[in-house]
């Protein structure tokens, strides 16, 4: 099994504030991780360390085994972020191009081919946003929206997923669909690491956990996660760590 | 600014591509104005003025103006289209100062030394220099973005006006160049206006998706791997030599206008990107045809009278869609 992520006593702050500080974690090829931990535990920064979009303070990170700073294949990642149903841009851009933008990193300078299309109608279709394809992006709800990005994600046909709360504001019928797909997806080898609130869900669906606080409590298989304790030792609060107990049973 | 470094280090082949088409199309830009451009304009107009027998089409100075008239038609909107939507409408104003500055340089070098005398020239050096200046604080600092932009607006300007005053022989030509006249095209600056347009639309062609990707999503941009800081600096000095280009005509105080106006109006208009580029371009010629005939008509100055019609149109293009949504 070849390693898709390395993170190696990787630190990260702002102003000296630490946000994610001397995490080793190690995420092979294939891998379904769900990364969890209470709102600003700094999951989302080591999302962005993982990929290469921040430089940490300290440590190294390796994507596919070649340092993060200069790996060069964007066409092998894939990013969900949290902020992009928040969007505000007024640009008048449409959803079938937001998601050709999944196909650019294939393309490099040269034109999208019928290849590009059929690939940005299948993503289109799997999200059910192919009649709205059309639309301008602003004038869709924040959960078509999201919907669109996942699509776009889709299209770049990735070896790695990185998914940042992508069924924020998506419809019930919409996330059953999507977390199917994210199986799929893994099933046919793809690496996905997924951050989302609903620790059911991610139980449900991911093959391993990490739990973060600043520091990395547990990184282990779901089942092996679950027992560990680690959720009443990091989230406080008992109602938060009873609430996802009856969906990790289903 | 971490990110932007990351991106910055990763210098790849696309990018060397990027440049050697770039050097290839300024040779081949510069080999076509010197040697078939006059030969196609002169058929073209000579055919024009045989067909449509009125001054309007015959008189030499006109037929310079429409040419250049439709050539800013066409660079200024496909530019503005990245930058309107990335919120940086007024660099072009910046730069169209500090281009102005260069200009003054020029007209002080040109007096002192007559084969040196190509404002335009220097017009080009001293906007590019301020558009990597304005990008270079732009990623090394992380003040407002504006900071950089409003320092180079008013610093070209004083530039210009420092050295206007020095030489005041020139006085009249500068101000054709802070107010534009169409009456001031002379064939070189076609030549010159056509060989840049040429470059810019074939970097435009070439690196669309790359702009547009980074324009609408700065950090998917980045994950794709795309070189963020590359990109912005090759926007911006094509915003440089646009912004240089249309100076002639519309002068250095209007010359914005033509950079975002007709993309504000397309984009009020269409849900696309691609349709928003062309519309612009479109209702671009549109304002300058409509503004180059107002003005022969009215007797009102010529840059004036195009950033009017543009005006006009981006009005209507409100009014339209006001009465689409509520239909």
């Known amino acids: ?250 | 600014m971490a990110a932007e470094g990351v991106a910055h280090r990763l210098a790849t082949r696309e990018e060397y591509a990027v440049l050697g088409s770039l050097a290839v199309m300024m040779v081949v830009s510069a080999a076509f104005i010197l040697t078939i451009f006059p030969v196609i304009y002169d058929a073209f107009w000579g055919s024009a003025c045989n067909a449509v027998d009125t001054w309007l089409v015959c008189s030499g100075f006109l037929q310079r103006g429409f040419t250049a008239g439709v050539l800013i038609g066409i660079t200024a909107p496909v530019v503005g289209a990245y930058l309107v939507n990335r919120q940086m409408a007024l660099i072009g104003e910046a730069l169209a100062h500090t281009a102005f500055g260069g200009v003054a340089i020029g007209l002080f070098v040109g007096a002192a030394a007559p084969r040196f005398d190509y404002p335009l020239a220097f017009a080009l050096i001293v906007a590019t220099i301020a558009a990597l200046a304005i990008q270079y604080v732009a990623v090394k600092t992380d003040g407002y973005a504006d900071i950089p932009i409003a320092i180079m607006l008013t610093g070209g300007f004083a530039l210009g006006i420092a050295v206007i005053s020095y030489g005041v022989t020139f006085h009249a030509t500068v101000e054709s160049y802070l107010f534009g006249d169409i009456l001031f095209v002379p064939f070189e600056n076609v030549q010159l206006m056509v060989a840049l347009t040429l470059v810019v639309v074939g970097t435009i062609a070439l690196t669309h998706k790359q702009l547009l990707f980074i324009t609408f999503d700065r950090e998917a941009a980045r994950l794709a791997r795309i070189n963020v800081a590359f990109y912005d600096t090759l926007l911006i000095v094509l915003t440089a030599l646009v912004v240089v280009a249309a100076m002639q005509i519309l002068g250095a105080i209007l010359v914005a206008g033509m950079l975002v106006i007709p993309v504000a109006a397309a984009m009020v208009l269409t849900n696309s990107f691609d349709h928003g580029l062309l519309l612009s371009v479109l209702l671009g010629q549109t304002a300058v045809f409509g503004g180059i005939f107002l003005s022969y008509s009215w007797d009102i100055a010529t840059g004036a009278m195009i950033i009017l019609v543009a005006i006009a149109l981006y009005v209507l293009a409100l009014l339209f869609s006001v009465l689409l949504s509520t239909t």
């Open chain 1, 1 to 250: 099994m070849t390693t898709a992520i390395a993170l190696e006593n990787v630190s990260f702050g702002y102003d000296r504030q630490p946000v994610v500080r001397d995490v080793t974690l190690s995420v092979d090829d294939g891998e379904f991780l769900g990364l969890i931990g209470p709102n600003g535990s700094g999951k989302t920064t080591l999302l962005k360390i993982m990929l290469g979009l921040r430089t940490p303070d300290t440590g190294s990170v390796e994507l596919f085994g070649t340092p993060a700073s200069a790996f060069s294949d964007g066409a092998r990642l894939g990013y969900v972020s949290q902020q992009s149903s928040e969007s505000d841009s007024m640009m008048p851009v449409t959803v079938r191009e937001v998601v050709e933008m999944g196909r650019y990193a294939h393309a490099g300078l040269r034109r999208l081919n019928a290849d590009d299309h059929r690939i940005v109608d299948d993503a289109l279709a799997q999200v059910e946003m192919d009649h709205l394809a059309g639309r301008r992006i602003s004038q869709l709800s924040g959960g078509q929206k999201q919907r669109a990005y996942i699509a776009r994600a889709l299209a770049s046909e990735a070896d790695l997923l990185a998914l940042d709360e992508p069924t924020v504001g998506v419809d019930a019928h919409s996330v059953d669909r999507f977390y199917d797909l994210l199986d799929d997806l893994n099933d046919d080898g793809i690496t996905i690491v997924l951050i989302e609130h609903d620790i059911g869900v991610v139980a449900e669906h991911a093959d391993t956990m990490a739990c973060l606080d600043c520091e990395l409590y547990e990184h282990s298989e779901t089942e092996q996660f679950l027992e560990s304790g680690v959720l009443e030792d990091v989230y406080s609060s008992a109602r938060v760590a009873s609430s996802w107990a009856p969906a990790a049973g289903d």
